[in-house]
T-cell receptor
């Protein structure tokens, strides 16, 4: 079945430590890929996106993601986490041929320890 | 940047009443808007695609007579939850698609049905 999977429901990381959030998709072709962040009481904010080209994508707030076709993955990383990075993170795919509809992964809640 | 607003941000209503939620693209025109539903600690589920000037397209399992969508202008889509019941309580999020295909999300509306 076609799906987007975020294996980690929640992750706790110390402030200043590195962070990696996993995302795997199961589709026949490479979709457009996105990472969004949702902070309490706020809407979803786009961190970065991958359409084609360079497989290492730089985003806002110091985030980056790497697309690996062989692993059907699009993992999000940040070298040094700040307390303000505590939020819910969603990976999403756009199948392109489906009217640009987004399918979201289950989300990963990130907690940051001081 | 592209801004999408939603009104109201939260609403409490009695069971059996109808509630209208507005989604506006403030600085761009959107021929397509999307409505999502998010249950607590869960991901976003696409409910329907709203197309300006035509009928909305509903996802499987979403009752179109229950969730009425109107997209009367290029900057406004409305979602009306008719005869709301406690199980309709949820966080409703809209997005508007920009010219580049990217979706910009509103801050969400929290509906509580008593």
């Amino acid at each position: 079945a076609q799906s987007v999977t975020q294996p980690d429901i929640h992750i706790t990381v110390s402030e200043g430590a590195s962070l990696e959030l996993r995302c795997n998709y199961s589709y026949g072709a490479t979709p457009y890929l996105f990472w969004y962040v949702q902070s309490p009481g706020q809407g979803l904010q786009l961190l970065l996106k991958y359409f084609s080209g360079d497989t290492l994508v730089q985003g806002i707030k110091g985030f980056e993601a790497e697309f690996k076709r062989s692993q059907s993955s699009f993992n999000l990383r940040k070298p040094s986490v700040h307390w303000s990075d505590a939020a819910e993170y969603f990976c999403a795919v756009d199948l392109k041929a489906a009217g640009n509809k987004l399918t979201f992964g289950g989300g990963t809640r990130v907690l940051v320890k001081p | 940047g592209a801004v999408v607003s939603q009104h109201p941000s939260w609403v409490i209503c009695k069971s059996g009443t109808s509630v209208k939620i507005e989604c506006r693209s403030l600085d761009f025109q959107a021929t397509t808007m999307f409505w999502y539903r998010q249950f607590p600690k869960q991901s976003l589920m696409l409910m329907a695609t709203s197309n300006e000037g035509s009928k909305a397209t509903y996802e499987q399992g979403v009752e179109k007579d229950k969730f009425l969508i109107n997209h009367a202008s290029l900057t406004l889509s409305t979602l009306t939850v008719t005869s709301a019941h406690p199980e309709d309580s949820s966080f409703y999020i809209c997005s508007a698609r920009g010219l580049g295909g990217e979706q910009f999300f509103g801050p969400g509306t929290r509906l509580t049905v008593l």
